[in-house]
């Protein structure tokens, strides 16, 4: 199982807001806002609520569970 | 900022200017005044005011090398992405600083040793290299000041980034080429089997010498985060990189740290049993650096 997410088209959405402005509203560094969207990273649930939040949008809008074939 | 920017790199380039200039008197000075204090012959006035003028651009010298790292510093805080140039920059531009020191202590040394009769062999060839090491930087920085320039005036915007992710990758590339290059000493002095006594004289000094950029680096992060909580120095992949890089280290460093202490035991090798602990020094920080950058890029 892998961990999707819409943080891309969320950014998109909220005015183009790039990584950088998203990892300062997070706390976070702009290369873990990187990985997460590529989905190498997971975010720890902290985390995960604070984008929820930072978009307005329930954790399951942003992340959800890719099964394997 | 880009005004603190554009005022160190003139400055900079005004002491480079004549540090630079410094430089190439010294080369002419020095095959000047040499071949005369190598054969003991005697120094004249004109030779000895040759030699104080050298003296006196040591200073500008040292003033240039503050104000060239000062602006590589500047540049780090205002550029928000890594750049090899810089990095390599700062890390022979430290080196340069203290071969400065060293440049003095053998210009000394050659009066003295010249005056009591003893061969100033080895300080000729010490000061040679520094040039050549002074005389790099010196390019090195004339480039970065003139790329810094040209993207200033194409006015290139800059994010704000909250939590910098630049100084803790430049870190790990100083931990790698300061790995590296103590490394290639260690191993150098292995091969050709240098002498203890030798060794006894040298090992702290190189290994001090080399280590000083990444600890110069580190000192500066430390700085940088005094104001932060310690939960708040690493984010948490940053965490979870130097977390995976730290069991990387271990895992790596105990096999060759075995092999270290099998050629000891054996005595196998007699530099070895003194060259092991930078051997072992250098692979750590080569092992930890690169890991950590390979796992911080890799996602």
């Known amino acids: ?69 | 900022m880009e005004k603190r920017l554009k005022v160190s790199g003139v400055i900079s380039l005004i002491f480079g200017f004549i540090s630079f200039c410094w430089l190439l008197y010294n080369t002419i000075a020095f095959e000047y005044v040499r071949p005369k204090i190598i054969q003991f012959e005697d120094i004249g006035v004109f030779d000895d005011r040759l030699m104080k003028i050298v003296f006196i651009g040591l200073l500008f010298s040292f003033f240039f090398h503050l104000f060239a790292i000062l602006t590589i510093i500047f540049q780090f805080q205002f550029f928000k992405k890594t750049n090899m140039l810089r990095i390599v920059s700062m890390c022979i531009g430290i080196i340069s600083l203290i071969s400065l020191f060293v440049d003095w202590a053998a210009l000394g040394d050659i009066g003295k040793q010249y005056k009591m009769g003893i061969s100033t062999y080895g300080e000729w060839t010490f000061l040679y290299s520094a040039s050549v090491l002074h005389g790099l930087f010196h390019i090195l920085l004339f480039i970065l000041i003139f790329i810094t320039f040209r993207e200033l005036r194409k006015q290139v915007q800059i994010e704000f980034a909250q939590k910098d992710e630049i100084i803790f990758c430049t870190a790990q590339y100083v931990g790698i080429l300061c790995g590296i290059i103590g490394l290639a000493v260690t191993l150098f002095l292995w091969l050709i089997q240098a002498p203890i006594g030798i060794l006894k004289n040298i090992l702290i000094p190189y290994c001090i010498f080399i280590m000083i950029p990444y600890c110069l680096f580190v000192s500066y992060w430390l700085i940088i985060k005094r104001k932060e909580r310690l939960k708040e120095w690493y984010d948490e992949k940053q965490f979870r990189d130097v977390s995976k890089s730290g069991l990387m280290t271990l895992v790596f460093s105990l096999p060759c740290l075995v092999i270290m202490f099998l050629i000891n035991f054996l005595n196998m090798s007699p530099p070895a049993n003194m060259l092991w602990i930078p051997c072992y020094m250098f692979l750590i920080l080569l092992i930890f650096s690169g890991g950590t950058l390979y796992f911080s890029k890799k996602g």
């Open chain 1, 1 to 69: 199982m892998k961990l999707g997410n819409n943080i891309r088209r969320c950014r998109f959405d909220k005015d183009e807001i790039s990584q950088q402005a998203l990892a300062n509203a997070v706390g976070v560094t702009r290369l873990t806002i990187h990985s997460i969207e590529k989905s190498k990273f997971v975010p720890s649930t902290l985390l995960a609520l604070k984008l929820a939040r930072f978009f307005g949008k329930s954790v399951e809008d942003i992340f959800y569970i890719i099964d394997d074939e």
